[in-house]
């Protein structure tokens, strides 16, 4: 259109006695046939012409700002959208933890990421009794549920405690299997042996001084805080198909 425009100017003078006149017949515009095409019958850009041109540049201004709003919207959305990065574990300490979504998993005393982390059946374990906290293995100084609940620190508990984790942790198997993912610490068949023996465990101080006696029948075991990795199943794999093909480790 600036090119219309300017050979128009070009053309046509104006004569402050006569108005607008042109230059003398059969002068070179330096125009083509389809440029021709859109000035009017005096040489100058038609009003279809210009309408025409005015609508394109409409058009491209609208698609321009449309692009622009919704690359906008997709850069709040991102910036907005909480990390959907998957961990294989929790980091080795509770701040990173916390900073990959994970949970503090009260069976196993141990942060889970979100894959292996068992919501409802933590809520079980945690109302399944009033459990007990010590800071000592000798039972001389209690912590509450709210501080044990943290993560924070390893702690000791009771005798029944560890029998009650271990019956839970077969629970705990059993669903992770359906759900796709395992922690690898539960998947381990020494710990299955070990719990196997453990719930049926009635003697006095286990070898090694992992167990204390307090009182007459209160046992105390250690309750160290781990941060086991979070093992995808292979697909198609349930509870029963993995038990057929495995063998004790």
């Known amino acids: 259109m600036s090119r219309h425009i300017q050979a128009w100017k070009e053309r046509w003078t104006y004569n402050p006695l006569g108005g607008v006149a042109s230059p003398e017949d059969g002068a070179d515009d330096g125009l083509d046939a389809s440029e021709k095409a859109q000035l009017d019958s005096e040489g100058r850009p038609s009003l279809q012409s210009l309408n025409a041109r005015n609508i394109l540049a409409q058009r491209l201004w609208w698609i321009a700002g449309f692009l622009s709003l919704l690359a906008f919207i997709i850069?709040?959305?991102?910036?907005?959208?909480?990390?959907?990065?998957?961990?294989?574990?929790c980091g080795g300490d509770p701040a990173t933890a916390r900073a990959r979504g994970c949970q503090f998993d009260v069976i196993n005393f141990a942060w889970q990421t979100r894959e292996c982390f068992d919501a409802a059946l933590v809520a079980e374990f945690a109302e399944l009794e009033p459990w007990t906290f010590w800071l000592t293995p000798h039972?001389?100084?209690?912590?509450?549920?709210?501080?044990?609940?943290?993560?924070?620190?390893?702690?000791?508990?009771?005798?029944?405690?560890?029998?009650?984790?271990?019956?839970?942790?077969?629970?705990?198997?059993?669903?992770?299997?359906?759900?796709?993912?395992?922690?690898?610490?539960?998947?381990?068949?020494?710990?299955?042996?070990?719990?196997?023996?453990?719930?049926?465990?009635?003697?006095?101080?286990?070898?090694?001084?992992?167990?204390?006696?307090?009182?007459?029948?209160?046992?105390?075991t250690f309750l160290n805080i781990v941060y086991p990795v979070c093992e995808r199943l292979r697909q198609g794999s349930t509870a029963s198909a993995w038990w057929k093909g495995a063998a004790p480790r």
Request: some cysteine; charged content about 30%; overall charge negative.
């Open 75 to 89: 850069a709040l959305v991102r910036f907005l959208t909480p990390s959907t990065k998957v961990w294989s574990s």
């Open 139 to 220: 039972g001389n100084e209690t912590v509450s549920h709210e501080v044990a609940y943290r993560g924070e620190r390893s702690l000791w508990t009771t005798h029944r405690h560890h029998q009650k984790h271990c019956m839970w942790s077969y629970r705990k198997m059993h669903r992770a299997y359906e759900a796709g993912f395992i922690e690898k610490h539960l998947r381990e068949y020494s710990h299955t042996l070990h719990c196997s023996e453990y719930v049926l465990w009635e003697g006095e101080e286990e070898e090694g001084g992992r167990f204390f006696t307090v009182g007459e029948d209160r046992h105390l």
